[in-house]
C-alpha cells in the first residue's frame, strides 16, 4: 500500500497543474503521463468531423490569460491558477469598466474563498473565475480594467487514450473516465488516476482474466461520443462497464447504480462495500452525471456503476479549486482503487454456463462427482458441494449467471465460481 500512495501522490503532483479541457496539448500531454503507468494509445480524432449529432471540437490552448488593474498589476493571472480563465475563452485584449466587466466574472457569494470553474465549451464567450473575496478586494466600478487573453483554436484533434487487456474470451467489460477537467483533483484526476491503476493490476493477472477489458480516457461527453461512433459494434456488444470518477476525496463512498434497477451490477456493487464493512451511500440512476450518459443510451443500453468516494455534485469543494491536494489523498485513491479491483474480480468471474445435458439429470458418478456410498446421502441443512453443483446444473441454462445462481442458492459467488470450473472441466456445462 504504502509503494502505491507513494506512485499516486507522484502522479497526483505531475498531473494536477495541466490544463485540460475538451482538445488540445494539455489532454495529450496528460495521456503521454499516463503511459508511464500503462501502455496506452493515444487516438486522434480529426476537430470538425461529425460524431452521431455532435461536432468533434477544435484545440484550446492557452498561452497567457490576465486582468491589470489601472496601475498595471495583475490581479488575475491564468499562471497561478488555470481555473482563473474560462475553459474555451476566446482570445480578448480590452480596457473595460466593471460595468461591462462584470458580466464576465464569475465568483461565489455563497463560498467566497473558493474560485469556481467555469467553461464555455460550446460558446463562443470569455471570462475569469476568481473568489468573492478577491473580487470584493480588487475590484471598484470607478476602476478601468486591462484584459488579456491570448489562447488559439486550432483544427487539430481530439486525443483518446485506449487500453485493451485480451482476457480468456471476447466479452469485453467497459472502464471509462474523462480527462477533459483542468486542476481539480477529485474531480477527475482521482479517476483518471484510479483508471490507470486498475488497468495496471488487470493487465499484470491478465492470464487470469475471464473477460477482455476495454479502458478509455476520453473528454467528457464528446471524447465517450466519438469514442462510441468510431467503436459501435463493440460497445454494443459490452453489457458492463465502469464509469470514474470522483472517487478520491476523504468523505463517504457511494455508487450510482445502472439504468436497469435490477442488474446484478448493482447489487454486486452493493454486496462488495457490505463485505468490506463500509458505509454506503446509493445514488439511484438518473440521466445526469457522467459518460453513463451515452453508454447507456438507446443503442447501447449497457449497465453501468460508478463507485464515489465525495460524488460530484455533492461535495463543498465540487467545481472549485478547493478541489486540489489538499483534499484528494493518495489514501483515498488507495481505498477506491481496492474496490474497484474487488468489484471487477467478482464482475470478471460472473459468467454463464449451459447445462450440455439439460434432459434430465447428470450421471455424477460417471464424472467422479458422485460420493461413492450414495445411499445414505440426505439433503443436509449445509450447503454441501454436492448441493452446490446439483443447484449449478438445475440453474445453468445460459441465461443465468453464475452471480444469480449464488444468490438463488446462497453462497459465495466464489464458491459457485470454482463449481463451473470443475463442471467445466470435465465437459459437463459449457461457458457461453
Ligand atoms: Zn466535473
Request: glycine share 6%.
Amino acid at each position: 500500500m504504502v509503494d502505491l500512495c507513494k506512485e499516486f501522490s507522484y502522479f497526483l503532483n505531475k498531473l494536477f497543474p495541466i490544463n485540460r479541457s475538451l482538445a488540445g496539448k494539455g489532454n495529450r500531454e496528460t495521456l503521454s503521463i499516463l503511459k508511464e503507468i500503462i501502455p496506452l494509445r493515444i487516438l486522434e480524432f480529426p476537430s470538425g468531423k461529425k460524431v452521431y449529432d455532435w461536432t468533434i471540437p477544435k484545440e484550446w490552448n492557452v498561452k497567457e490569460a490576465w486582468i491589470k488593474n489601472s496601475q498595471g498589476k495583475k490581479i488575475i493571472d491564468f499562471s497561478i491558477s488555470n481555473i482563473h480563465l474560462v475553459s474555451h475563452s476566446v482570445s480578448i485584449h480590452r480596457k473595460l469598466f466593471l460595468n461591462e466587466l462584470l458580466s464576465h466574472l464569475h465568483f461565489l457569494e455563497n463560498k467566497p474563498e473558493a474560485i469556481p470553474y467555469k467553461t464555455s465549451f460550446y460558446s463562443n464567450d470569455w471570462g475569469f473565475c476568481l473568489s468573492y473575496n478577491d473580487f470584493i478586494q480588487n475590484f471598484n466600478s470607478n476602476e478601468e480594467y486591462e484584459v488579456f487573453i491570448d489562447c488559439e483554436f486550432i483544427e487539430g484533434s481530439m486525443s483518446i487514450g485506449e487500453f485493451t487487456i485480451k482476457g480468456r474470451s471476447e466479452k469485453e467489460i467497459l472502464i471509462s473516465t474523462y480527462i477533459c477537467h483542468p486542476s481539480m483533483a477529485n474531480d477527475n484526476l482521482s479517476g483518471i488516476l484510479v483508471t490507470a491503476f486498475v488497468a495496471r493490476e488487470l493487465h499484470k493477472i491478465q492470464h487470469q482474466l475471464e473477460h477482455s477489458y476495454r479502458i478509455v480516457f476520453a473528454p467528457e461527453t464528446i471524447g465517450a461520443i466519438t469514442y462510441c461512433a468510431h467503436n459501435e459494434n463493440f460497445i454494443k456488444k459490452i453489457d458492463n462497464a465502469l464509469i470514474v470518477s470522483t472517487c478520491g476525496g476523504s468523505g463517504k463512498f457511494g455508487y450510482k447504480g445502472s439504468w436497469a434497477d435490477n442488474s446484478s451490477i448493482n447489487q454486486m456493487v452493493e454486496e462488495v462495500f457490505r463485505r468490506n464493512n463500509i458505509d454506503f451511500i446509493a445514488y439511484p440512476f438518473d440521466v445526469h452525471g457522467s459518460d453513463e450518459r451515452q453508454y447507456s443510451s438507446q443503442a447501447f443500453r449497457i449497465n453501468c456503476v460508478t463507485i464515489s468516494k465525495d460524488r460530484y455534485y455533492e461535495y463543498d469543494f465540487y467545481h472549485t479549486h478547493l478541489d486540489n491536494l489538499e483534499f484528494v489523498k493518495p489514501e483515498n485513491l488507495f481505498q477506491s482503487f481496492r474496490i474497484y479491483l474487488e468489484l471487477i474480480s467478482d464482475l470478471d468471474r460472473n459468467l454463464f454456463y449451459s447445462n450440455l445435458n439439460p434432459h434430465c439429470e447428470v450421471m455424477l458418478s460417471k464424472h467422479g462427482l458422485y460420493p461413492k456410498s450414495g445411499g445414505s446421502i440426505f439433503p443436509g441443512k449445509e450447503t454441501s458441494e454436492l448441493d452446490i453443483i446439483l443447484w449449478c446444473l438445475f440453474f445453468m441454462d445460459g441465461r443465468t449467471s453464475l452471480f444469480e445462481i449464488s444468490k438463488k442458492i446462497g453462497v459465495s459467488l466464489d464458491m459457485v465460481f470454482k463449481t463451473a470450473k470443475n463442471l467445466e472441466e470435465k465437459g459437463i456445462i459449457a461457458r457461453l
